[in-house]
């Protein structure tokens, strides 16, 4: 018995913010930010948009894909570092849209690397035979998250959602062939929202001091992702005894072109095994892997059978890599 990714869908907001209209708003220009990051525009959604709004979207394509009804879906699990609310999830909202009437469901926290660990949980409930199809989401709003008078950080995010199903099937060879899942909460204050949860609730204050947005301390970061990534794929390959010509495609988190380069370069990638869409959409988190695969899916870059390297990296530290067959 396999595991397979029966459906992929994605939901992009209409709106792009390319970074000639970010030179309006804060002191950068567009050669810095593409020759610094490779990212070209990145999509906005609309404020009454909400991360959960755009995970419905992309899940009705993923169960279109897949042929099935939500009361089909056994699990919901989302992955988002920006839920509608603190509660209910938005696990339950997505339930609620798609119609998952038998589904339970939860939203998984692990910022950029929310769609490494949420295939984790799927690939081993599915394999104890009790749940069919599990949907997983990774969506994000990060435009309300964000600074948009600090430069270091309003040029790298975007707004979007991805969503797989995954399902048994007869094929053993299918699902996941190796993992390697980190977490490292000793770089807490490289990369976090300050303000909003219980350490240090909304006041006048911390709205005033701009602390429900992304504070990164961008170069610590860009090293720790590199090593991180790297070693994570290195880890799965010899997990897996498979070597790196043998994969159909790596997909690394979108955070910035560079970071993916070096990646690629550590573990000898060859450039048309590597998907990068980072310059249409920017970092959206959580929900970059789950984008890029539906991309890969309908374009044909990936086909049933295909091996399959997924990483990411993000806050918390979280990190980690998925080497499957899809
Ligand atoms: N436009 C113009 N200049 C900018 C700028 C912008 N948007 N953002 C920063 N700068 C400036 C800095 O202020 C700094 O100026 P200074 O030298 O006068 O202080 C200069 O550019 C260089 O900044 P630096 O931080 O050294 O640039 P960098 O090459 O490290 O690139 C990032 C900055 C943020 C693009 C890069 O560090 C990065 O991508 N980090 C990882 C981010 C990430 O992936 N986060 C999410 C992880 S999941």
Redesign the pocket.
């Known amino acids: 018995m396999g595991v397979r990714i029966v459906g992929t869908g994605s939901f992009i907001p209409e709106k792009v913010l390319t970074n000639f209209d970010l030179q309006n708003m804060?002191?950068?220009?567009d050669e810095?930010?593409r020759v610094?990051?490779g990212i070209v525009e990145r999509h906005i959604a609309p404020p009454e948009m909400s991360s959960g709004d755009m995970a419905i979207c992309a899940a009705r394509r993923a169960l279109e894909m897949a042929g099935l009804q939500g009361s089909d879906i056994s699990a919901v699990i989302v992955a988002t570092t920006t839920p509608d609310y603190t509660f209910p999830n938005t696990a339950s909202l997505v339930q609620n849209g798609i119609g998952a009437e038998n589904a339970f469901g939860f939203d998984l926290s692990a910022?950029?690397s929310g769609m490494i660990y949420s295939l984790e949980l799927a690939y081993s409930l599915l394999l104890q035979k009790k749940y069919r199809y599990i949907l997983l989401c990774g969506a994000e709003k990060l435009s309300a998250i964000t600074n948009w008078s600090d430069?270091?950080t309003c040029?790298?995010f975007g707004d979007g959602a991805g969503a797989l199903i995954l399902g048994r099937c007869d094929d053993d060879g299918s699902g996941q062939l190796a993992s390697d899942l980190h977490i490292n909460g000793s770089y807490e204050d490289i990369?976090k929202l300050p303000a909003g949860g219980s350490r240090n609730p909304a006041t006048h204050e911390t709205v005033d001091g701009k602390l429900h947005t992304i504070h990164?301390q961008?170069?610590e970061?860009?090293k720790l992702?590199v090593n991180a990534m790297a070693g994570a794929c290195k880890a799965v390959l010899a997990a897996a005894g498979v070597d790196v010509s043998e994969l159909k495609l790596v997909i690394p988190?979108q955070?910035?072109k560079?970071?993916i380069e070096a990646v690629a370069n550590r573990i000898d990638v060859r450039e048309d095994q590597l998907f990068i869409n980072v310059d249409k959409y920017g970092?959206t988190?959580a929900a970059s892997v789950s984008i890029c695969l539906d991309e890969a899916f309908r374009s044909g870059r990936v086909q049933r059978g295909d091996m399959v390297l997924l990483v990411a990296?993000?806050?918390g530290l979280t990190w980690g890599a998925q080497l499957i067959r899809v």
């Open positions: 804060v002191d950068t220009s810095w930010i610094r990051t910022a950029c430069r270091n040029v790298l990369l990164m961008g170069k970061t860009f992702a988190h955070a910035n560079r970071i970092n988190s990296f993000g806050a």
